[in-house]
T-cell receptor
Framework: GAVVSQHPSRVICKSGTSVKIECRSLDFQATTMFWYRQFPKQSLMLMATSNEGSKATYEQGVEKDKFLINHASLTLSTLTVTSAHPEDSSFYIC????????????FGSGTRLTVV | AQSVAQPEDQVNVAEGNPLTVKCTYSVSGNPYLFWYVQYPNRGLQFLLKYITGDNLVKGSYGFEAEFNKSQTSFHLKKPSALVSDSALYFCAVRDRNSGNTPLVFGKGTRLSVIA
């Protein structure tokens, strides 16, 4: 089945540094990638939608200059948290739309970001 | 606008007993409906989905869900709960005709199966 590989699974960084999270679709072409953020004991909140080769569309309240999304190829999308602060600590999950399958969404395994 | 309601934050059930996790939805057209399970510090694991056809959908690990259009519900069920089923469960929806749009998730229901 369709697989999305997300790395790293856990990262701890210092305040002010940047962190890059990668999501790769391993056996299908992900024309669209969705990025979610999940706070403890809460649901997934959509941050942005990225389509291959074009700029990402951000949800209201999400700072596009802070959360940089790149989707340069059909198999790779990245989320970079720039100048991270402790309030950015969260669980980030990507989801690729698999157009070969009706209602096909494949989720990455998530990245636990802790900013100290 | 699309939305999902999971009215229960927590569901407790004894091992071996049947379990139900409730979900109702709202979409303007016909829905795609999904159930996912999440274990601590892990991503979402797909359980089952309703696209079209038979209203009773069978999925992974013995779970099933029934699409009820008149009640706009898609409750998750399992005849006999296992302790290993204890996890966080999410219901999600998307309008079938909305193109390549993201899923909208409910707030999640924590299932605790007690031995």
């Amino acid at each position: 089945g369709a697989v999305v590989s997300q790395h790293p699974s856990r990262v701890i960084c210092k305040s002010g540094t940047s962190v890059k999270i990668e999501c790769r679709s391993l056996d299908f072409q992900a024309t669209t990638m969705f990025w979610y953020r999940q706070f403890p004991k809460q649901s997934l909140m959509l941050m942005a939608t990225s389509n291959e080769g074009s700029k990402a569309t951000y949800e209201q309240g999400v700072e596009k200059d802070k959360f940089l999304i790149n989707h340069a190829s059909l198999t790779l999308s990245t989320l970079t948290v720039t100048s991270a602060h402790p309030e950015d600590s969260s669980f980030y999950i990507c989801s690729a739309s698999n157009t070969y399958e009706a209602g096909g969404y494949t989720f990455g395994s998530g990245t636990r970001l802790t900013v100290v | 606008a699309q939305s999902v309601a999971q009215p229960e934050d927590q569901v407790n059930v004894a091992e071996g007993n049947p379990l139900t996790v409730k979900c109702t939805y709202s979409v303007s057209g016909n829905p795609y409906l999904f159930w996912y399970v999440q274990y601590p510090n892990r991503g979402l694991q797909f359980l089952l989905k309703y696209i079209t056809g038979d209203n009773l959908v069978k999925g992974s690990y013995g779970f099933e869900a029934e699409f009820n259009k008149s009640q706009t519900s898609f409750h998750l069920k399992k005849p006999s709960a296992l302790v290993s089923d204890s996890a966080l469960y999410f219901c999600a929806v998307r309008d079938r005709n909305s193109g390549n749009t993201p899923l909208v998730f409910g707030k999640g229901t924590r299932l605790s199966v007690i031995a």
